[in-house]
């Protein structure tokens, strides 16, 4: 059983672009105990894509979603 969940929600508006993305990280257990990974991403006010990662290890699952949400930083989203 998973005793804190983990979330980030990013954006990144640019009207002079016409953009406005969002990206979100969770990690989430199903049914079975099985702790994933599940990113979205996509344009604001839509459903989006999704990808589930299954990574074994807390602490590889910790560095991954570091290194994930850093990245989205740098490329100019912002947390909410």
Do not use: C
């Amino acid at each position: 059983m998973m005793t804190r969940p983990f979330s980030f929600y990013a954006e990144r508006i640019d009207p002079s672009l016409n953009m406005a993305r969002f990206y979100a990280l969770e990690i989430v257990e199903d049914l079975f105990g099985t702790v994933f990974i599940e990113r979205r991403w996509g344009r604001v006010g839509t459903t989006g894509q999704r990808k589930i990662e299954l990574l074994n290890d807390g602490q590889e699952r910790a560095e991954h979603i570091t290194r994930l949400a850093r990245q989205k930083q740098r490329r100019g989203y912002l947390a909410k």
